[in-house]
């Protein structure tokens, strides 16, 4: 099997192709024949040697965290119908990088019929996270709704989802390319957050605002939370810009805003399970569509970080085997 490991903290050329037997399934686990491996955003940040303390990674280790593929081999105790089988599922310690992966029977999810394997790879985090924020936020029709870091591929999903609801999206991202793509997601209006007055063409946009899905982080976020109107939720889950947009708490409350942060989308396997299969659901029946910008062979792992990194990146990045 082949899998990229990473030795020391560093750049992206630390990510590096290994070579191993293949595993053999133990009691409770099966083999994956990977067909695509989620990337996120986050595991460039663990690579440098940022992740602690939610993340306190120490090299050598292998990184990726979930893969879409096919079941070729199960352990004792597996029932059998798994074989052959298309699946997703999170990968835990042993990595997700990989053409062959060793994971926990219990926590498979089946990919529907109609459904791509790097549709499903593309939405086991990213279609999880998404509707689990839409439940927490709970969307109204005519909500003016704004999106932040909405070229990636969790905010191109809350895209969808806020303009299937009703909402008047406002999408905002960085550069005129990426921002015609979300456009065509649903989004009424898309703004350039890399220019200085982007807060005033969201306002000219929508006026105040219902709801903030912040996933920039930092003073992005923190400039729209003054947009947000009383009643108004703003969900502050994002950290590309270094760190998550601060709320004060005593403002939230003069003005009625309900804030919600990251935790509120720590979940247990169950309900990740249940919202995955839910995603999965939702893409059978057209109505949830990853957008998939770019793709990499396994040994160009470097390269796929290095998008991401420097926001070159448009909508979900994968590595395919």
Do not use: C
């Not at 597996?78 to 926590?107: F, K, M, N, Q």
């Not at 979940?267 to 995603?279: D, K, M, N, T």
């Amino acid at each position: 099997m082949r899998f990229i490991e990473i030795a020391e903290f560093g750049g992206p050329e630390v990510l590096v192709v290994r070579e191993a037997s293949a595993p053999v399934p133990g009691t409770g686990e099966v083999l994956v024949e990977v067909a695509a491996a989620d990337v996120l955003w986050v595991e460039t940040r663990i690579r440098q040697g940022n992740g602690a303390p939610y993340f306190p990674v120490q090299p050598p280790y292998r990184p990726g965290v979930g893969v879409a593929g096919t079941v070729s081999a199960a352990g004792d105790g597996v029932d059998p119908a798994w074989l052959g089988r298309r699946v997703i599922s999170r990968t835990g310690e042993h990595g997700g990088y990989t053409d062959r992966a060793l994971v926990p029977a219990a926590g498979l999810i089946p990919v529907p019929d109609g459904v791509d394997l790097r549709d499903a790879a593309a939405l086991l985090h990213d279609g999880v996270t998404a509707l689990t924020l839409a439940d927490i936020v709970r969307i109204e029709p005519g909500d003016r709704v704004l999106v932040t870091a909405a070229g990636g591929g969790l905010g191109v999903l809350l895209v969808q989802l806020a303009h299937a609801a009703g909402a008047r999206v406002v999408a905002a991202g960085r550069g005129a390319a990426k921002l015609e793509r979300v456009r065509q997601q649903g989004a009424d209006a898309v703004v350039d957050y890399s220019t200085p007055d982007w807060i005033d063409r969201v306002r000219a946009a929508v006026g105040g605002l219902d709801v903030v899905f912040d996933g920039a982080g930092g003073a992005y976020g923190r400039a729209a939370l003054d947009l947000v109107a009383p009643g108004g939720r703003f969900s502050a889950h994002g950290t590309p810009s270094g760190e998550f947009a601060a709320v004060d708490p005593d403002d939230a409350k003069t003005r009625g805003i309900i804030a919600t942060g990251i935790a509120e989308v720590q979940l247990s396997p169950e309900q990740f399970q249940g919202y995955a299969a839910r995603a999965l659901a939702e893409a059978a029946a057209g109505r949830l569509r990853p957008l998939i910008g770019q793709t990499y062979p396994l040994e160009r792992a470097p390269e796929a970080h290095a998008a991401i990194e420097t926001r070159a990146a448009v909508g979900k990045t994968l590595l395919v085997v």
